[in-house]
């Protein structure tokens, strides 16, 4: 359901943006990420580049190796194609999903991760094709459609707060991203606080082991 609530906006948004059902389709199904999605929806409307459309959607997901690299080695002897599929089907909601079946048995059974994540992945690209349908058909009040993104990061990032600690990092998070955002040009303020949050989580739980 969440996926559809996303995807659906996503495809109105591509009608908006100019692009063609197959286009549409095509993002989702090679990109499949969607934050970079959107992204790239607005850059391509600036009539941005390819170069600049490809810079950030590597920087919006450079998360994915991180997330990549965890559930890989909760994955033990599985072969590189495998590995590589499940790679590419990883996203926020579908590791949320798995990294919480990982902490509870310390195992990942690799046909239930890769099941999760494939229900994900179908569901995001028909609810594309279903979003762009009823965009090209149906006059939307584009403002609200933008507004599902953050509200679905919203709702990940609350069912992960179960620790003080959680919201400790989650606090000085935000006011870090409001102070970078009063200081610098408004394409750095997230992309340091992505770099430095995480960063600074690894030196504590490193500190904390030893």
Not at 41 to 67: C, D, E, K, W
Not at 171 to 180: A, D, K, Q, R
Request: glycine share 8%; charged share 10%.
């Amino acid at each position: 359901m969440g996926y559809f609530a996303i995807g659906i906006p996503f495809g109105i948004l591509a009608v908006k943006g100019g692009l063609s059902l197959w286009a549409a389709i095509a993002l989702s199904l090679c990109v499949y990420a969607g934050s970079a999605q959107f992204v790239a929806l607005q850059l391509l409307a600036s009539a941005a580049g390819f170069f600049p459309i490809y810079v950030a959607t590597f920087l919006l997901n450079l998360r994915h190796f991180l997330m990549a690299t965890s559930l890989g080695s909760a994955l033990p002897n599985m072969r590189t194609p495998f590995l590589t599929l499940f790679a590419h089907l990883i996203t926020d909601e579908s590791y949320a999903i798995n990294i919480g079946k990982v902490k509870l048995d310390e195992y990942l059974n690799p046909w239930n991760a890769l099941g999760t994540s494939v229900t994900a992945f179908l569901t995001w690209n028909i609810a594309t094709g279903i979003g762009y349908l009823a965009g090209s058909q149906i006059r939307v009040d584009f403002k609200y459609i933008e507004g599902a993104l953050p509200v679905m990061f919203i709702a990940l990032l609350g069912l992960q707060l179960k620790e003080r600690k959680h919201w400790i990092f989650s606090g000085f998070s935000s006011l870090l991203t409001f102070l970078f955002m009063l200081l610098l040009p408004s394409k750095w303020p997230f992309l340091l606080t992505a770099i430095l949050i995480p960063s600074a989580i690894v030196f504590y739980e490193q500190r904390k082991v030893q």
